[in-house]
Structures are given as structure tokens and as C-alpha cells.
């Protein structure tokens, strides 16, 4: 049996005001995207889509390059295919290389993708939609993506690093893993992760094949297609934009003003543009390029070019120019027939400095999804979270909160007090109304007097609180035990677990424990149950 139950974003706490106001449509941010995402506006989009895409040959080819060392399941083949026909979209997430998936919100957006391209098939036939997987082969901040967390101990593979964090062979990966797999117990599960960590990390030259190996063995079936933007084959397709980057410097301009009016908004701005938003890539490399005294030139090397030269190896050499996190959505936009991107909150919140920038390209901007967030609790957590009469919100305050609010709600202590802290200010009220048939100064020294006495007043309930705390350490101690098992390292589960926690329990099911609970078209956080292991 499963349970599935869900609170707000604002409940969470999890969620920046801009990813709130953005989900509630608030009207202010309504010149920052093109229309909110919605089953009927995904719709809508597919139709100017799907007359402005023109590379689907070029796509399919660059496609079965990548996949040639790999046996596609029928469900890809199928999906394979109907990219050549004009009415088929993509609804696309992407991700860094971390390694072994990272923490478990890659399955949530992922499979989000998924299901929503299965809900829109099966309710209109005008269109065809495919689920896509973006590897963000071309990063090079390889402290980001070399470890994840099993049971509170972090998995680290350490080794020298340079350039896009794809082309890393695997140099030394095998100890990371042969040192996982003794903290996991002898079971059919541990099998199962011994087999997809064989077939992807052991197996393969790269971290780019590692990572495509991986999600093949993990959603295949559900006809999902990877997709590595370090091809000359689709960087060819860029050549026309990533010209105007160079020599016009465009992209700064647009999604600085963009940016400002986010600012002005209040909002946290979530990336900065450069002047040019390009890296040159070759080999062990991946550096900046700027243009400094009428030259172009790689920072951290020797290299540098002048106009014609930039301009010549561009067009010979294309797949030597690596879009930069403001440029990559619009590559991303170009070479795809797309109409959605799932993404966390802070990838939505820098999609939304890029609109202008889209525009001046004539690039469709595509509709932006935040990804379903959850939390799993097994039975047993779910069994305490009932005993200890918390509602789903309270698990997310701080354990402070948490902590000071249940104590409250137990503790008769407080009750008692409040009436004379009413008592004291009807006392200064009544003060203050003498204080109006006299001079100016005695209303003056009771006002003083006044804040004075509220102040200790509330220092002497926080006291008597802390006490009453102490009278229910029992419940305390339950509150935080409680906390600590679900949001690890006092963080979201989501944002830190590794899938390996939840296989542990309940093995290859687990992933269609996950599908059955996304819920592709809303927006809460969801608190699932899983109350039985799956055997």
C-alpha cells in the first residue's frame, strides 16, 4: 500500500519568493517567460513549435552516433523514429555528470519528463511528445559532481581533473565504488547495483559514456532518449549564433536588462552574463574566451585569435566552442524541437533572465516546469510522525520551531502566563491615558518604561519556556531524532540522499514507486509513504 499526500511550496520552505510568486502566476513576472505551464499552454506551444523546427534529420542522425554502442529498447526505437515526423515535440531536463546520479531529485525530474509526456499522448493525437535527458557533458567544475551520500558517509572519487568533466576517463572510479558496495548488504539489490555501476562506470572510456550507460540501464524502457551537446554534428547548427556572440556581444546586453528588472523586483539574480558567453574547448581545456586588445583571446593559455582567425576556426571547428550557462539553454532550444524544460528552482530561476536574449535570437522560448519535489518516509518514520500528532508542514520547521511549537502545544505553562501579560499592557493603556492630563515628559518616561517592562516580559517567557523544554525532553529528543532521519545533514532529503538509501529497501520497484507518485502538472511538495518493502 501506498500513500501519497502533498503541502504547498510555501509550507515547504524550501522554495525562493520568485519560484513562489512564479508558480502563483503572480502577474509581475509575467514579461519573464512566455506563458505558464500548463497542459494547455504546453499545447499551445507545440503549435509554433512545431512549424519552426527545421533539423530533425540532422538531430536523428547526431542521435543514433551516440547510440550506436548501445542496444536501444523498442520504446526509444519507436520514440527514435517518430522524431522525424514534424508533429513530434520534446519535453526535455537536464543535469551535471554527478557521479553514480548524485542526490535522488535526478529520478524526480527526470521522470516527471516521462510522465508528462505519457499523460500528454494518451490525451490529444495532434502531437507526439518524447522524453529527453540534456547530460551537461561540457561543465568543468568537477567538485560538484564527484560524490554522493549513502547512509550519511560521502563517496568521493578523487583524482586530477581538467577541462569538460565528459571526456574524463574513469581513471580510479572502480575504488570509489568497491567501497560503496561493502557498506551494502549481501542481497538480490546489492546484485542489482553491482550490475548497473559494471555496465556503466566499469565499462565505459568517459564519464559521458558512464552517465549515458547509466540512465540507459535505468529508464530505458520508458522509451526516454539521452542527448550530448559536445557533437560537431549539432554544434554546426549553432555556428549562426555563436557568430553573433563573438562579434556582437549581444546576449550580455539583453540579459543584463532582463536581469534588472528582476533585481528591481527584489528578486536574487541567479547567474551573471560575461561579455562573451562561450568557452573554448579542445582537448584537457575548457577556459573563458574575451576579447582584450582587438584579440581573442583563451584565458589561462597561450592561445588567441584575431577576427577572421576566431571566425575561421568557428566555422571549421564548431564543436571547439562550448555555450556557457546563459548561452546553453538557447543551444539546447535550437537543436531540439522542444516546448518544455522541468528543471529545479534554481534552474527556473536563471531561465527567467534569459527570455529577452531568446527573443532578440528568435529562438521559442519554452514553457518552464518546476520539478516535482518529494519526501519519501518509510512506515516507521510515518508511524512516528502520527504518534508525535505532527501535520506535514511541521516536519519541515526548523528543529527549533519544531521543537518549541509542540512543547507549546503540550505545555498548559504558557496558557497560564499569557493573561498577565494582557493584565501588564492594559496597565501601561491605562497609564497613558494619565499620561495625556499632564506634561509631555511623564508620557515620554512611560513609553520608555513601557517597552522596558513588554521586554522583560518576553525575556522571562523565553525563559520559562526553556524550562518547560526541559520538562519535555523525552518529546524533544523524539522531535529532532525524528528530523535527523529525514532531512539529512539538516538538509532536504531530495537535495542530498542518493538513490542507493531507497534501494537498499526496495530495490529496481522503487523507481515505479517514484513514477506512480509524480504528478507532472502541479506544484506542491509531496510527502510519500512507502509502507511496505517491495520484496
Not at 3 to 16: G, H, P, T, Y
Not at 99 to 128: A, R, S
Amino acid at each position: 500500500m501506498k500513500q501519497k499526500e502533498s503541502i504547498s511550496l510555501e509550507q515547504s520552505r524550501a522554495f525562493s519568493k520568485l519560484m513562489r510568486d512564479y508558480i502563483s502566476n503572480d502577474s509581475s513576472l509575467k514579461d519573464f517567460y512566455f506563458a505558464y505551464p500548463s497542459q494547455e499552454n504546453t499545447l499551445e506551444q507545440a503549435s509554433i513549435k512545431v512549424n519552426q523546427f527545421e533539423h530533425r534529420n540532422i538531430l536523428v542522425s547526431a542521435l543514433e552516433n551516440q547510440y550506436q554502442e548501445l542496444d536501444l529498447h523498442s520504446n526509444q526505437k519507436r520514440n527514435l523514429e517518430a522524431l522525424k515526423n514534424r508533429k513530434t515535440l520534446t519535453i526535455t531536463t537536464g543535469h551535471q555528470l554527478n557521479l553514480f546520479t548524485g542526490p535522488v531529485f535526478f529520478f524526480y525530474k527526470i521522470l516527471q519528463v516521462i510522465k508528462m509526456c505519457e499523460v500528454l499522448n494518451k490525451n490529444q493525437e495532434e502531437f507526439y511528445f518524447v522524453p529527453f535527458f540534456w547530460m551537461a557533458t561540457e561543465d568543468h567544475d568537477f567538485e560538484e559532481i564527484n560524490h554522493f551520500y549513502f547512509q550519511n558517509r560521502k563517496f568521493v572519487w578523487d583524482r586530477n581533473h581538467s577541462g569538460a568533466v565528459g571526456r574524463l576517463d574513469l581513471e580510479n572510479v572502480k575504488t570509489v565504488f568497491d567501497s560503496f558496495l561493502n557498506f551494502f548488504p549481501n542481497s538480490h539489490k546489492k546484485n542489482e547495483l553491482e550490475n548497473l555501476i559494471e555496465k556503466s562506470y566499469l565499462n565505459n572510456k568517459n564519464l559521458t559514456e558512464a552517465t549515458r550507460s547509466l540512465v540507459q540501464e535505468l529508464f530505458a524502457e520508458f522509451g526516454l532518449l539521452t542527448i550530448d551537446g559536445d557533437s560537431i554534428e549539432l554544434k554546426k547548427l549553432m555556428i549562426p549564433i555563436f557568430e553573433q556572440e563573438l562579434i556582437h556581444q549581444k546576449s550580455f546586453e539583453n540579459i543584463q536588462n532582463q536581469s534588472k528588472k528582476l533585481s528591481e523586483l527584489n528578486y536574487k539574480i541567479q547567474v551573471h552574463p560575461r561579455e562573451i558567453n562561450l568557452f573554448y574547448l579542445k582537448n584537457n581545456i575548457r577556459e573563458r574566451l574575451v576579447f582584450e586588445d582587438n584579440l581573442y583571446k583563451v584565458l589561462n593559455s597561450d592561445l588567441s585569435f584575431s577576427n577572421d582567425e576566431i571566425l575561421k576556426e568557428l566555422h571549421q571547428n564548431p564543436e571547439r566552442f562550448s555555450p556557457n550557462v546563459v548561452l546553453r539553454p538557447v543551444y539546447q532550444e535550437t537543436i531540439l524541437p522542444n516546448v518544455a524544460y522541468v528543471g529545479g528552482g534554481g534552474e527556473i530561476a536563471y531561465w527567467l533572465q534569459l527570455k529577452s536574449n531568446f527573443d532578440a535570437l528568435n529562438v521559442p522560448f519554452p514553457l518552464l516546469f518546476l520539478r516535482n519535489s518529494l519526501l519519501i518516509l518509510n512506515e516507521k518514520q510515518k508511524r512516528k510522525q502520527t504518534n508525535l500528532h505532527l501535520e506535514n508542514a511541521d516536519i519541515f520547521l526548523p528543529s527549533d520551531e519544531l521543537v518549541k511549537s509542540q512543547v507549546e502545544k503540550k505545555s498548559t505553562l504558557m496558557d497560564e502566563i499569557l493573561p498577565y501579560e494582557d493584565q501588564l499592557i492594559h496597565i501601561f493603556d491605562e497609564l497613558e491615558n494619565l499620561a495625556q492630563k499632564t506634561n509631555p515628559t511623564f508620557g515620554n518616561m512611560l513609553q520608555a518604561q513601557r517597552t522596558k517592562q513588554l521586554k522583560g516580559f518576553l525575556k522571562l517567557k523565553k525563559r520559562l519556556m526553556k524550562a518547560e523544554t526541559k520538562q519535555y525532553e523525552d518529546l524533544s529528543n523524539q522531535l529532532i531524532e525524528l528530523k535527523n532521519e529525514i532531512f539529512p545533514n539538516h538538509e532536504l532529503q531530495e537535495r542530498y540522499e542518493n538513490f542507493s538509501s531507497f534501494w537498499l529497501d526496495y530495490g529496481s520497484e522503487w523507481i515505479n514507486l517514484i513514477y506512480d507518485s509524480i504528478e507532472p502538472f502541479s506544484f506542491g511538495f509531496q510527502i510519500k509513504t512507502i509502507e511496505n518493502k517491495v520484496n
